[in-house]
């Protein structure tokens, strides 16, 4: 589907990185979705609710609330600003915001999000290659390589229209796999009711709403569990290969409408990914042995006949791919625009740089078999914290100066770190006061100044 982008494409880095800004609501809409959770999604999300049950319905009331607020008076200023100032980079754009070229903060920027999200797509990488390792018995590092081949080429093929091309028809595989997982499963259980009743089996915790620790005693503690995923929503706005589908659309005037498509889909596709989650615990049962993480890939496996099996793994790679591909295509974007190695903005050169950074992408897949869930909560947090403050404050028409930019992305950095660092994220997730201590920042500074 991407490579037929190559049909629409035009020769610049405008049309490369962002699609020339004529991208249908309901194409970034879903693209959008596919981009942000679909890796995550089938990986994580289901290796999470299979450890820890019912309460992974709080991940997704707080994704989606806090995502659904913060776009409310963010997605339109982004549009907007982004074709007012032609710039094709989100550091760029933040940097750039009120007219003035503030180039450390997008140095800073660029610098970020070129290390955090090439280890998030990495992370996406390492995630199919799990997929095809429990399919196929490939080997991980051979599954994270034809992962990254298959990303750049089609990449390269029509760069953000292919992805999001891509996207819309991966979106489709993916929630068709997820039904399938959900359809098959509850019919091996022997219906629906008892489904339910399994799992209220399986322990006394299981589908308890708020998790069961010392802490948990604490009146406030499930507020607090909440109000950490309702803030890792919030940082939805803060992560460049997501925002950067709300820069492609065709008209400022459409952002409403594209947020019906999404949040629609969202639901019902996070809704499926939980289910899933529940089939796999109770057919197969949890051991020492299995890896939460491959718990779909390994359902399909023992219930499906074998063309829905390629349908699932078809489902999981697609998911895995639509989010590495933006991601690289985001950093290339910083790379060449907000590092300033493409000053003259030549569309060759962007290629270029997707090929090295794709590259080095996979690199990081094959050397690093961390836990996906891991290892995008981190990058998710880093992006979420540095970016999320300034876009917020920015969206409410407040004039910050590039001291006061840079200080905003800087401590919610430092907050996070040591937040992590002291453990405090078993308490409430790092992002709230990561993202927190930006907004707080702005506010001591504007109180000094007065």
């Not at 809409?29 to 995550?40: D, K, L, P, Q, R």
């Not at 081949?149 to 595989?173: E, H, K, M, N, P």
């Not at 190695?341 to 090929?355: A, D, E, S």
């Amino acid at each position: 589907m991407g490579s037929l982008s190559v049909l629409k494409k035009k020769n610049t880095s405008l049309d490369y990185l962002l699609a020339n800004q004529e991208i249908k609501p309901w194409l970034a809409a879903i693209s959008a979705i596919a981009t942000s959770n679909s890796g995550y999604m089938f990986i994580g999300q289901i290796g999470f609710t299979y450890v820890y049950g019912l309460q992974s319905v709080w991940l997704m009331f707080g994704l989606i609330f806090g995502d659904f607020i913060s776009s409310l008076f963010v997605h339109k200023n982004l549009r907007k600003k982004s074709q007012e100032l032609k710039v094709v980079s989100f550091a760029s754009l933040v940097s750039k915001w009120h007219g003035a070229n503030y180039k450390y903060v997008q140095l800073f920027g660029g610098v970020i999000i070129l290390i955090f999200l090439s280890t998030y797509a990495a992370a996406q990488l390492n995630a199919g290659s799990k997929s095809m390792h429990i399919l196929f018995g490939l080997d991980y590092r051979l599954g994270a390589i034809i992962g990254g081949i298959i990303v750049l080429l089609y990449c390269f093929s029509g760069g953000i229209r292919a992805s999001i091309w891509t996207d819309a028809a991966q979106s489709l595989v993916m929630v068709i796999a997820m039904f399938l997982m959900v359809f098959f499963g509850i019919k091996e259980l022997g219906g629906f009711s008892n489904f339910i009743n399994e799992l209220h089996k399986i322990s006394p915790d299981y589908m308890k709403w708020f998790p069961s620790t010392e802490f948990s005693e604490f009146f406030l503690a499930p507020y607090m569990f909440i109000i950490g995923w309702f803030f890792s929503g919030v940082g939805v706005i803060g992560q460049p290969h997501v925002m950067v589908r709300f820069m492609t659309i065709d008209n400022t005037k459409n952002i409403p409408k594209t947020r019906i498509y999404y949040y629609t889909w969202y639901t019902f596709f996070y809704s499926l990914s939980i289910l899933a989650a529940f089939v796999a615990r109770l057919l197969i049962p949890e051991t020492n042995n299995i890896d939460p993480e491959l718990a779909l890939p390994t359902l399909a496996l023992n219930l499906l006949p074998e063309f829905f099996v390629g349908v699932v793994l078809a489902g999981i790679f697609a998911a895995t791919m639509s989010t590495a591909d933006s991601q690289i295509i985001s950093c290339t974007a910083s790379i060449t625009n907000d590092l300033s190695f493409n000053k003259k903005n030549n569309y060759l050169i962007n290629k270029v740089v997707t090929l090295f950074v794709t590259v080095f992408v996979v690199t990081i897949a094959i050397n690093d078999n961390k836990s996906v869930f891991n290892l995008v909560l981190m990058s998710w947090s880093t992006l979420a914290c540095c970016f999320s403050p300034l876009l917020i404050i920015n969206s409410l028409k407040q004039k910050i100066s590039e001291v006061l930019s840079l200080m905003m992305m800087v401590i919610p950095l430092i907050t996070l770190l040591v937040w992590r660092h002291l453990g405090l994220n078993n308490f409430i997730y790092e992002v709230a006061p990561g993202i927190m201590s930006g907004i707080l920042t702005f506010f001591i500074f504007k109180l000094l100044r007065k």
